[in-house]
């Protein structure tokens, strides 16, 4: 099937530093890639939607400028959170979907502390 | 707007009996998916079913299976003689216009299920 990588698995920062999450797809062409995020016993809420070559969409309460969304390749997607704080401590969760199918492919997961 | 429910938010049950865990959703698409996905403490989702909004056949998978009803929407989903290994966050999701668009997925609140020995 499918696999869909992220790097790092888990972070530790200070607060106010960036930190850069890449999202890969191995072994197929990604052409629509989402950012999730889930605190501590809830549930996963999208943050956006990121299309190759295009800006990224978010959703409602979500600030662009804070976590920015690279998808410049169709195998590659980043997310970057900017100047992070301990509120942004979470389980950052991506997916990836195939132009071909509809199936979407989730990441491991990369676990962000910030200190 | 689309919305999964999950009422149960955690459930507690011996190994080896039967547990059911509820997924009501609202939609106002008469195309859509229905998915059910495993998160084990390791915290990756592990994929379990997707169903689509045309087919209301049950499901059976070996010791699981699934109870798709358009008629209550709900999309409810049976463990049968549950195992330690089950033991994790289960989450109902719901995928709208699965041919084309965004294929946004919204989560169910999850449930905590823990099988005790």
């Known amino acids: 099937g499918a696999v869909v990588s992220q790097h790092p698995s888990w972070v530790i920062c200070k607060s106010g530093t960036s930190v850069k999450i890449e999202c890969r797809s191995l072994?197929?062409?990604?052409?629509?890639m989402f950012w999730y995020r889930q605190f501590p016993k809830q549930s996963l809420m999208l943050m956006a939607t990121?299309?190759?070559?295009?800006?990224?969409?978010?959703e409602q309460g979500v600030e662009k400028d804070k976590f920015l969304i690279n998808h410049a390749s169709l195998t590659l997607s980043t997310l970057t959170v900017t100047s992070a704080h301990p509120e942004d401590s979470s389980f950052y969760i991506c997916?990836?979907?195939?132009?071909?199918?509809?199936?979407?492919?989730f990441g491991p997961g990369t676990r962000l502390t910030v200190l | 707007a689309q919305k999964v429910t999950q009422a149960q938010t955690e459930i507690s049950v011996v190994e080896k009996e039967d547990v059911t865990l509820d997924c009501v959703y609202e939609?106002?698409?008469?195309?859509?998916?229905l998915f059910w996905y495993k998160q084990p403490p390791s915290g990756e989702l592990v994929f379990l079913i997707r169903?689509?909004?045309?087919?209301?056949q049950n499901e059976i998978s070996g010791r699981y299976s699934w109870n798709f009803q358009k008629s209550t929407s709900s999309f409810n989903f049976t463990i049968t003689a549950s195992q330690v290994v089950d033991s994790a966050v289960y989450f109902c999701?719901?995928?709208?216009?699965?041919?084309?668009?965004?294929?946004?997925?919204?989560f169910g609140q999850g449930t905590r299920l823990t099988i005790n020995p």
């Open positions: 997916s990836a979907r195939s132009g071909i199918g509809n199936e979407q492919f």
């Open positions: 072994d197929f062409q990604a052409t629509t």
């Open positions: 990121s299309n190759e070559g295009s800006k990224a969409t978010y």
């Open positions: 939609t106002r698409d008469t195309t859509y998916y």
């Open positions: 169903r689509n909004s045309f087919d209301e």
């Open positions: 999701a719901l995928s709208e216009r699965p041919w084309g668009g965004a294929q946004k997925l919204v």
